[in-house]
């Protein structure tokens, strides 16, 4: 499932973000890359342990723990704390596929990426280039979003940078484990909720009954397929 979540963060979020970003002091991004995909990467990081990843990192978590429509696509279980990159200069990413199991900072945990998190925090006319490209069942998808959204789409997807011709291109992103490990099951609890959601927001008696019905079943599926 590829999903694309609006307003994650508001403008004004975005503009000290900015602030903060712009003023950092950032590194060769091949420092966390794997043998494989540092070969394909031209970028820059900010360092795991800068003040500026750590703070808008547990911004970004804390508004994501608040978000239903993330937390019902996503189904979190462990979350890597996120990281910031920019693309200046023709810088790229060749195609590559995100590390299945990484060690979860500040614990002696792995974390086993099921989906992968690239939050904007630059519009798409501030740069040239430098599209999101996601191989999916349907075809490559090329993603480029507005500031403060993001995409959520399976680690397990072929997906590429393309050069960056004019100015920077500035994201957060990030992995996540899923409760869930398998993507059609949790995309089919994902649809489920969404439409319990649909029928609770109305003042039918038929359509809360509805609800009420489904949402035994979406607990029983739920059940059924966690990893907790």
Same mark, same amino acid.
């Given at each position: 499932?590829?999903?694309?979540?609006?307003?994650?963060?508001?403008?004004?979020?975005?503009?000290?973000? %900015?602030?903060?970003?712009?003023?950092?002091?950032?590194?060769?991004?091949?420092?966390?890359?794997?043998?494989?995909?540092?070969?394909?990467?031209?970028? &820059?990081?900010?360092?795991?342990?800068?003040?500026?990843?750590?703070?808008?990192?547990?911004?970004?978590?804390? $508004?994501?723990?608040?978000?239903?429509?993330?937390?019902?696509?996503?189904?979190?279980?462990?979350?890597?704390?996120?990281?910031?990159?920019?693309?200046?200069?023709?810088?790229?990413?060749?195609?590559?596929?995100?590390?299945?199991?990484?060690? &979860?900072?500040?614990?002696?945990?792995?974390?086993?990426?099921?989906?992968?998190?690239?939050?904007?925090?630059?519009?798409?006319?501030? +740069?040239?280039?430098?599209?999101?490209?996601?191989?999916?069942?349907?075809?490559?998808?090329?993603?480029?979003?507005?500031?403060?959204?993001?995409?959520? +789409?399976?680690?397990?997807?072929?997906?590429? $940078?393309?050069?960056?011709?004019?100015?920077?291109?500035?994201?957060?992103?990030?992995?996540?484990?899923?409760?869930? %490990?398998?993507?059609?099951? %949790?995309?089919?609890? +994902?649809?489920?909720?969404?439409?319990?959601?649909?029928?609770?927001?109305?003042?039918?008696?038929?359509?809360?009954?509805?609800?009420?019905?489904?949402?035994?079943? +979406?607990?029983?599926?739920?059940?059924?397929?966690?990893?907790?």
């Amino acid at each position: 499932m590829l999903m694309v979540i609006e307003n994650v963060l508001d403008k004004a979020t975005v503009r000290a973000f %900015r602030e903060q970003l712009d003023s950092a002091d950032w590194v060769d991004g091949q420092s966390t890359a794997g043998s494989l995909a540092a070969k394909v990467k031209q970028n &820059q990081q900010l360092s795991d342990s800068s003040p500026q990843a750590l703070a808008l990192g547990r911004h970004i978590l804390g $508004v994501l723990g608040r978000h239903p429509q993330f937390l019902s696509a996503a189904l979190p279980d462990r979350i890597h704390p996120p990281r910031f990159n920019r693309y200046t200069g023709g810088g790229h990413y060749g195609t590559h596929v995100d590390g299945a199991i990484m060690p &979860q900072p500040g614990t002696t945990q792995l974390l086993r990426s099921d989906l992968s998190v690239t939050l904007f925090l630059c519009e798409p006319d501030e +740069y040239e280039g430098g599209e999101l490209t996601i191989e999916t069942k349907f075809g490559a998808q090329q993603i480029k979003l507005s500031a403060g959204d993001l995409v959520l +789409y399976p680690s397990s997807s072929l997906h590429r $940078v393309t050069p960056v011709t004019r100015n920077a291109r500035v994201c957060s992103f990030f992995w996540l484990q899923s409760m869930v %490990r398998d993507d059609g099951e %949790r995309e089919l609890l +994902y649809d489920l909720d969404q439409s319990i959601q649909a029928l609770m927001a109305s003042d039918d008696a038929m359509a809360s009954a509805q609800a009420l019905q489904l949402s035994g079943i +979406y607990h029983n599926l739920l059940r059924r397929w966690a990893n907790v």
